[in-house]
């Protein structure tokens, strides 16, 4: 109830929290789904690695400066929030490229069926990795996707990998992991799950809920800058013997890293139930008021806050424009096609003030037709 969501949010300082993120002058940044802002510990600590690291000891730095150890050691971090097994987490490459592990890991564990399930709501990049190790591995795989509700009863005994987004990027929908992965696993199916929208968003308990692998990005709600390594983690049960080092591919983006461990100093602090509670707590409110102030504007992320991650979303023909007029006047969120305006909720860094003049800003927009201007109608190259 209400009380232990309190006793829960006590445990962190959301204000204290927040004082650690640099946030443009003005900017009401309801993105951090997409882009988390910088820590402001980042900037001096990549600068240190550069001078004194690489600057200074060179070679030696993947000694000395532990740069070789930093891919698992940061990786562990992350995997307390992902309820993973410590040792069972890498960092490194990008997120399609850890898809794409994982998915052929996956697949190799069930070598004589031949259908990847997934939804139609996953986002493209993973559908694409799929259709790539397909066409590299030719035998006669295929990709089935059904919509999101439907696959439950989609898990049949010709599927050898269940791949979904545990958070739909679109619409916030979230998947039941637990369940999803239960009722796989009875059929012998394998399942790959792409936490980019949740690692950071909310609690996860991955060896709770015995998922096989896992994979997600840390410069979306984790803040680890543009650019920043995906992970990816392995089941203790299918990783014995060569351990999870196997999953490492090229160097280490060190300087990355060092952002990223900047990071990582502020989220060694959250409890993630805590952060949660308040997630959901602003979400509730922005739902309510954008309701209440813009009949236009429909709710597209789902009403029951258990079945939403941290995001919320509305549907408009005119969305496009919408969030022109929206970071035109301070509030950045961000479109996505075809109709879909997206508020990314992190209470990391967003307070409840700026959640309520988010909506008045949107209120008034909304009401004096504000986006409907040709410099609000332009496409730009990334929405
Ligand atoms: C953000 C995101 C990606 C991005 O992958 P990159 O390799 O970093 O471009 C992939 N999958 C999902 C589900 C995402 O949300």
């Not at 139930?273 to 597209?300: H, K, M, N, T, Y």
């Not at 939403?308 to 023909?317: A, D, E, K, N």
């Amino acid at each position: 109830g209400a009380c232990r969501d309190v006793d829960r949010a006590l445990r962190v300082d959301f204000a204290a929290t927040k004082a650690l993120f640099h946030l443009p002058e003005g900017m009401i940044y309801l993105d951090g789904n997409s882009l988390g802002p910088l820590p402001k510990a980042a900037a001096a600590r990549v600068a240190q690695t550069v001078t004194d690291e690489w600057g200074e000891m060179l070679i030696t730095g993947w000694n000395k400066a532990g740069w070789m150890a930093q891919p698992e050691a940061l990786a562990d971090r992350i995997g307390r929030l992902i309820g993973a097994e410590a040792g069972h987490v890498v960092l490194g490459d990008t997120l399609s490229i850890k898809v794409y592990q994982a998915l052929a890991a996956a697949l190799d564990l069930n070598p004589t069926r031949r259908v990847i399930l997934s939804d139609s709501g996953n986002f493209p990049s993973d559908l694409y990795m799929a259709e790539g190790l397909i066409g590299a591995l030719d035998r006669e795989h295929d990709l089935r996707t059904v919509a999101p509700e439907a696959v439950m009863d989609a898990l049949s005994d010709d599927v050898a990998v269940l791949m979904l987004t545990q958070v739909d990027y679109r619409t916030g929908r979230l998947h039941d992991m637990a369940a999803l992965t239960k009722a796989a696993h009875k059929r012998g199916i394998v399942t790959v799950w792409d936490l980019a929208h949740s690692a950071g968003a909310m609690p996860v308990d991955l060896a709770r809920c015995h998922a096989d692998f896992a994979v997600g990005c840390t410069y979306k709600y984790l803040n680890g800058g543009p650019g920043a390594p995906a992970f990816i983690y392995v089941a203790p049960r299918h990783s014995a013997g060569t351990g999870i080092s196997r999953m490492r591919v090229g160097t280490p983006p060190v300087l990355q890293m060092a952002a990223l461990d900047a990071a990582m100093d502020i989220w060694d602090h959250v409890d993630m139930q805590a952060l949660r509670a308040r997630a959901l707590a602003f979400s509730e409110i922005l739902i309510a008021g954008v309701e209440a102030a813009c009949p236009d504007l429909r709710l597209a992320s789902p009403r029951d806050p258990a079945m939403r991650g941290s995001q919320v979303s509305f549907h408009h023909p005119q969305g496009y424009a919408i969030m022109q007029a929206l970071i035109a006047h301070g509030v950045v969120g961000d479109f996505r096609a075809p109709d879909i305006i997206r508020f990314g909720i992190t209470p990391l860094f967003i307070d409840e003030d700026e959640i309520g003049r988010a909506i008045d800003i949107l209120a008034a927009i909304m009401r004096d037709g504000t986006w409907d201007q040709p410099q609000f109608r332009t496409r730009a190259a990334v929405t």
